[in-house]
């Protein structure tokens, strides 16, 4: 039984429905409330390993002061995601569960990197993704690498965008990550995600770059990329989207979101349907 959640996912009502009685630890992973977690006195704490209001480690030495065993996991991390979902599997008991959705997992990723495996190099776009004010670089190596592109600042940090760098990279594909309350949304609800299209889009300095003037520019929602503090789970969902985005002929039979319903159904066991509720993408596949 859950006995305490920070707000963010207490308010998730469409995702989250059973949990809007819970009591609250803070508002976010970044404001844990110690002492709340303490008077609740969990069998088990799972935190994420960046708390930053308070500081993990202060937090940790708190709760295990307190008789309160502590696990730090992290799951908006590609490369440790299955071994993440295999120990909480063996934490609550649900080994056979977290096998069959490691196998979902890896199986949906391993049917395109088969396909980009045979992808000549010159045929890989080059690729700008932007997430708020900040040009991610590194990070964004796995899920554009992963897809069939290329990150044209792979290798470097993050940080804030330089317009006349990404002018000077000509991307082939931009794509915008925005913060959004995706799963609140009605389907087709986009107006969000079009306002961040048409800014990318309008920009002075990206005006001859091959993506704006081929309308190669898309939009993503945070819950389908990793490594932001929002995402997780669902990043190999968005993978599927930027496959189809990359390279639409090769993945013509890739069905992002009906993987995206699967995971709902099966394994989130949500009454969610996409054809009424959500907006993650835009444009829409359809339409792309």
């Known amino acids: 039984m859950i006995v305490g959640l920070t707000d963010g996912t207490i308010q998730s009502t469409s995702y989250f429905p059973e949990f809007g009685d819970v009591t609250s630890i803070g508002s976010s992973f970044d404001s844990i409330d110690v002492e709340m977690v303490v008077m609740l006195n969990p069998d088990i ?61 890896e199986g949906f990723l391993n049917s395109i990197v088969e396909k980009v495996d045979d992808i000549p190099e010159d045929d890989k776009p080059k690729v700008y993704s932007e997430y708020s004010s900040y040009a991610i670089g590194s990070k964004d190596e796995y899920p554009v690498t992963l897809a069939g592109g290329k990150c044209i600042f792979a290798g470097l940090p993050s940080g804030d965008v ?92 890739l069905d992002p979101e009906a993987i995206h319903q699967e995971y709902l159904t099966e394994f989130q066991g949500l009454d969610y349907d996409l054809n009424e509720q959500g907006a993650f993408v835009y444009p829409p596949l359809d339409e792309s």
């Open 45 to 105: 704490v799972f935190i994420h390993p960046t708390t930053r209001g308070v500081g993990t480690t202060q937090v940790v030495k708190k709760l295990e002061a307190a008789g309160i065993t502590v696990y730090c996991s992290r799951t908006n991390i590609p490369m440790t995601y299955a071994e993440e979902i295999q120990k909480l599997g063996y934490i609550l008991g649900k080994r056979d569960e977290a096998d069959e959705f490691i196998n979902f997992y």
């Open 162 to 253: 330089d317009p006349e760098a990404v002018a000077t990279s000509n991307p082939d594909v931009i794509v915008c990550i925005v913060a959004d309350e995706a799963d609140a949304r009605a389907a087709g609800d986009t107006a969000t995600l079009v306002e961040a299209r048409t800014e990318m889009m309008g920009r002075p300095m990206l005006q001859n770059v091959a993506a704006v003037t081929n309308e190669e520019v898309y939009v993503i929602t945070s819950p389908f990329w990793p490594y932001l503090p929002h995402s997780g789970c669902r990043h190999f969902i968005g993978v599927g989207y930027l496959a189809k985005w990359f390279h639409p002929e090769l993945f013509g039979d």
